[in-house]
T-cell receptor, first 111, second 115 residues
């Protein structure tokens, strides 16, 4: 089945220790997104790739970086996680239209 | 500043009755609207959408209504089933300005359908 896969599903890191979250897709979609969702809040777009073009949202902290080495994979790097970065991180893909397909998310805990 | 608002954090209905979930938006550039459904420990899944050129779209038990003048849309589920219990997110996009593939989400409404 074509799908969006996120690894790991649960990630625990220490304050200030870099962490990388992974997303892969078998849908061959050209757009990939990273969202941050905190409890009872709306998913918040951090950035997206349209093919290799990286698009950062204006209010995304510099602490968050992303890499897309190929069509299938996209990574979210948090360089120095703070307690406020604890959240669910959702990866999504699209063909460039309105409908996005989401992965199951990675729950990040910062100790 | 929230551009997409779901003012009811939760809604509880009886099985077989109608569920009505509401969503308001402030950005007049939004011209496409989607509803996503999310179960615990899963990502959101697409449910139904509507373009601003329409005022109603129906798919089985799910109907979305759009009132552009009021900047309001609603999702109707008839009849409601216990398996519909989930968080429902309203989302919107604007086709102009190169942002036609970015979605703005509301905070979600937790629907509980009681047997």
């Amino acid at each position: 089945d074509a799908m969006v896969i996120q690894n790991p599903r649960y990630q625990v890191t220490q304050f200030g220790k870099p962490v990388t979250l992974s997303c892969s897709q078998t849908l061959n979609h050209n757009v990939m997104y990273w969202y941050q969702q905190k409890s009872s809040q709306a998913p918040k777009l951090l950035f997206h790739y349209y093919d290799k073009d990286f698009n950062n949202e204006a209010d995304t902290p510099d602490n968050f970086q992303s890499r897309r080495p190929n069509t299938s994979f996209c990574f979210l790097d948090i360089r120095s996680p703070g307690l406020g970065d604890a959240a669910m991180y959702l990866c999504a893909t699209s063909r460039g239209g309105n409908e996005q397909f989401f992965g199951p998310g990675t729950r990040l805990t910062v100790l | 500043d929230q551009q997409v608002k779901q003012n009811s954090p939760s809604l509880s209905v009886q099985e077989g009755r109608i569920s009505i979930l509401n969503c308001d938006y402030t950005n007049s550039m939004f011209d496409y609207f989607l509803w996503y459904k999310k179960y615990p420990a899963e990502g959101p899944t697409f449910l139904i959408s509507i373009s601003s050129i329409k005022d109603k779209n129906e798919d089985g038990r799910f109907t979305v209504f759009l009132n552009k003048s009021a900047k309001h849309l609603s999702l109707h589920i008839v009849p409601s089933q216990p398996g519909d219990s989930a968080v429902y997110f309203c989302a919107a996009s604007a086709s102009g300005g190169g942002s036609n593939y970015k979605l703005t989400f509301g905070k979600g409404t937790l629907l509980t359908v009681n047997p």
